[in-house]
Antibody
């Protein structure tokens, strides 16, 4: 059974950088069948796609966040990471990592979510 | 950008009811439409992918249909555990996805 777990600080100051890591267990992040994705969800709102990374390191980002987002992958640790710079209160949300199939692009496994609050 | 519109935003129903949630895309997305269920404090759970394929482990009372721009999620006989928020997601324009605004299914 594939499991994903987010980790990182729950509180980030405005203008600083949000950093989260997703650890994958029960499956290899190097599989050529999947992308590894970050989604966020502000309280009371729908999910928003942030971006995804492939095991090779190739990335795709949401154009609205692209100038501030960096994703990376560490296949030796079966982890992938998110960095979001210059955060504001609007970036406060639950951040999820998820696995995305490369056929119909559905998100079939999700982490439990990590609440990140941007506040001084 | 492809916009997704779900209706209704809120739905009140009783255990045993048959309910239908609709999702409409602003342009044709073929069958690249997925449905998720989300309960408070939990991540979304995949129910249906490719418009009508049931994800492994999901009860057969859930079904999806549609293609092009109009899609439906049907729950044939509501169970107490089905009261949640449901989201559609188009993956036609992958990697740039769009989720619907959600339908909250409440107990009548």
């Amino acid at each position: 059974q594939v499991q994903l777990q987010e980790s990182g600080p729950g509180l980030v100051k405005p203008s600083q950088t949000l950093s989260l890591t997703c650890t994958v267990s029960g499956g290899s992040i190097s599989s050529d069948s999947y992308y590894w994705t970050w989604i966020r969800q502000p309280a009371g709102k729908g999910p928003e796609w942030i971006g995804r990374i492939y095991s090779s390191g190739s990335t795709n980002y949401n154009p609205s966040l692209e100038s501030r987002v960096t994703m990376s992958v560490d296949t030796s640790k079966n982890q992938f990471s998110l960095r979001l710079s210059s955060v504001t209160a609007a970036d406060t949300a639950v951040y999820y990592c998820a696995r995305e199939g490369r056929s119909w692009y559905f998100l079939d496994y999700w982490g439990q979510g990590s609440l990140v609050t941007v506040s001084s | 950008d492809i916009q997704m519109t779900q209706s209704p935003s809120t739905l009140s129903a009783s255990v045993g009811d048959r309910v239908t949630i609709t999702c409409r895309a602003s342009q044709s997305i073929s069958r690249y439409l997925n449905w998720y269920q989300q309960k408070p404090g939990r991540p979304p759970k995949l129910l249906i992918y490719a418009a009508s394929s049931l994800q492994s482990g999901v009860p057969s009372r859930f079904s999806g249909s549609g293609s092009g721009t109009d899609f439906t999620l049907t729950i044939s006989s509501l169970q107490p555990e089905d009261f949640a928020t449901y989201y559609c997601q188009q993956s036609y324009s992958a990697p740039m996805y769009a989720f619907g605004q959600g339908t909250k299914l409440e107990i009548k």
